[in-house]
């Protein structure tokens, strides 16, 4: 397969940190330019991939014939309309979660699309991850009987004033920043959608910093309770539970896998557990080749506007749902 060339939109520390060498290495694709007027900022990408094509704009690079794909880790509120940009330019375009600030923002991004004929998505990577395929299939096959819970902790300090994820303008927040991961993420294994939600929420400058939901959700085995806590002021924790009625499923590093913790996934039975454990596994990386085999081959990808529509729908509810 002819590797498909992406290029960046913006020189961000995430970007280089985490996407930028997922797409250097995935196989099927090709870091081949970037986006940015910082030099400086530029020296992260080039130390692992010298031969990046510099542009000092975005439209520059929209601009590139030689660019196919284009990756957006723009601050939120900037996604929708630089991925309408991009697809419109004749590029496919995978942009950063969360997609959008609100559910009816992402209609148009899916009419472009639809219209340009070319791939779009919004990078989310859990799905890709075999820890999360492996929960969604011990569900299907009822290994836990029927799920009756899910309870989903995700929490980091990040106190900069700085930082966009503090910033009311730029769509900041512990919600959008890590509640995407805390309520998508059982939405996916579960094959749910909520079906009632209700939230306590705390702000610092415009921004939550601390999110309780809980409430109900609906899947293929009827109604389970639901019960999140994200925050971006405490000590870094992650956890999901999956409770069932003869087991119940736990994950140790369920979100940022290999970084917070070693991925491992756990089927605790009524007379026996079963472990499995993902030494190695990167799922930026598969996320990308997942992304390259949609564009060459058509394969289906995991994760579409439409499902990213309506985790951002769930965000939604969450907010409306405040008491």
Known sequence: MQPVNFGILGASDFAARRMGPALHAARGARLAALATSSPAKATAFTAFA???????????????????????????????????????????????????????????????R??????????????????????????????IGRLKHADVVFCF???DPGNIRNRAE?????????????YSSIRFAARAEPVRLASRIKRENGVDTFAQVWGEMAGPGGEF????????????????????ETGRITFTAPFNAAAFDQAEITLHGMSSTETHRFPGVNQYVLQVEAFARHIRDGEPFLWTLEEARKGQAMIDLVRAGEI
Not at 68 to 81: F, K, Q, R, S, T
Not at 90 to 108: F, S, T
Not at 116 to 142: F, N, T
Request: aromatic share 6%; proline share 8%.
């Open 50 to 112: 010298p031969d990046l094509t510099l542009h000092e704009s975005y439209e520059a690079l929209l601009a590139d014939p030689a660019i196919e794909a284009v990756y957006i880790p723009l601050p939120n509120h900037l996604h929708v309309d630089w991925g309408i940009r991009a697809l419109q330019a004749g590029k496919h375009v995978l942009i950063e979660k969360p997609l959008a600030l609100r559910a009816e923002e992402i209609d148009p991004l899916i009419a472009a």
């Open 114 to 143: 639809d219209a340009s004929g070319k791939c779009a998505a919004e990078a989310y990577m859990i799905v890709h991850h075999p820890q999360w395929q492996l929960a969604r299939r011990w569900l299907d096959e009822g290994r």
């Open 157 to 159: 300090d990040n106190p």
């Open 170 to 182: 730029t769509g900041g927040g512990s919600i959008p920043d890590i509640g995407v991961y805390a």
């Open 225 to 244: 309770t639901f019960a999140a806590m994200t925050s971006t002021r405490l000590f870094p924790r992650q956890e999901v539970t999956l409770q069932g």
